[in-house]
Each structure stands twice: as structure tokens, then as C-alpha cells.
Nanobody, 128 residues
Framework: VQLQASGGGLVQAGGSLRLSCEAS????????MGWFRQTPGKEREFVAG????????FYANFVKGRFTISRDNAKNTVYLQMNSLKPEDTAVYYC??????????????????????WGQGTLVTVSS
């Protein structure tokens, strides 16, 4: 699976961006997907995840109520709608894919180690 993230850019605090991650291959609909972010000198941190069908999602506390993850399996694409952006949201955002494994059909991976494939990252900069 190859993942291509896009949609990053420069936005003012309080603004919105929508990130997209398009996957290659015919198995996308069976993969759990996640978004992570990383800033220099810090570990990659979980932002949001979604199970294979889109029926189950999970968010990091710091984005609850502001970000929404969704997917369109017909387009092999997962999205991250980011609203009410803050300067502390500035980071490189990565999408990741998780092969079907233990945890059940509603399980959402929440740690980087649970994901098998990674995109190249897209930079989001939020100015104050």
C-alpha cells in the first residue's frame, strides 16, 4: 500500500484545513487508517483513527470537537477535517494504514506501532 497525503498549508489561528490521504491498491477498504503528527524533537503522536468501514473513530483529547476523520472507500481516500486550528497544531501530519489484525472489526489503532504503512507527510502551519 502506498499513501499520498496532501492538503497541508499555512492558515491563521481559528481557520480550517482538510487533509487528504489517497491510497493505492485494492485492499484499502479492509485497512484501518490513522492520522499522526510530529514536530521537531518530539515523537510522532496519534491524532485520529478510523476503522475499515468508517463506523468507528477515535480522537486524541487535544483535537476532540475540532477535528473529524472520515473515509471514502470508493475513492481509496481518508480525510482529516481540521477546524478551529491553533498554533500548537503546527506539525507535519502523516497518514497511516493498519492491516486487519486482532482487536475486532470496530477496533481503531491508537499507537504508531500498530500501523504498517505510512505516507510522506504534509506540513500544517498555523499562525497566531
Amino acid at each position: 500500500v502506498q499513501l499520498q497525503a496532501s492538503g497541508g498549508g499555512l492558515v491563521q489561528a481559528g481557520g480550517s484545513l482538510r487533509l487528504s490521504c489517497e491510497a493505492s491498491g485494492r485492499t484499502f477498504s479492509s485497512y484501518g487508517m490513522g492520522w499522526f503528527r510530529q514536530t521537531p524533537g518530539k515523537e510522532r503522536e496519534f491524532v485520529a483513527g478510523i476503522n475499515w468501514s468508517g463506523g468507528s473513530t477515535f480522537y486524541a483529547n487535544f483535537v476532540k470537537g475540532r477535528f473529524t476523520i472520515s473515509r471514502d472507500n470508493a475513492k481509496n481516500t481518508v480525510y482529516l477535517q481540521m477546524n478551529s486550528l491553533k498554533p500548537e497544531d503546527t506539525a507535519v501530519y502523516y497518514c497511516a494504514a493498519r492491516k486487519p489484525s486482532s482487536g475486532g472489526i470496530y477496533y481503531v489503532g491508537k499507537s504508531a506501532g500498530e500501523y504498517d504503512y505510512w505516507g510522506q507527510g504534509t506540513l500544517v502551519t498555523v499562525s497566531s
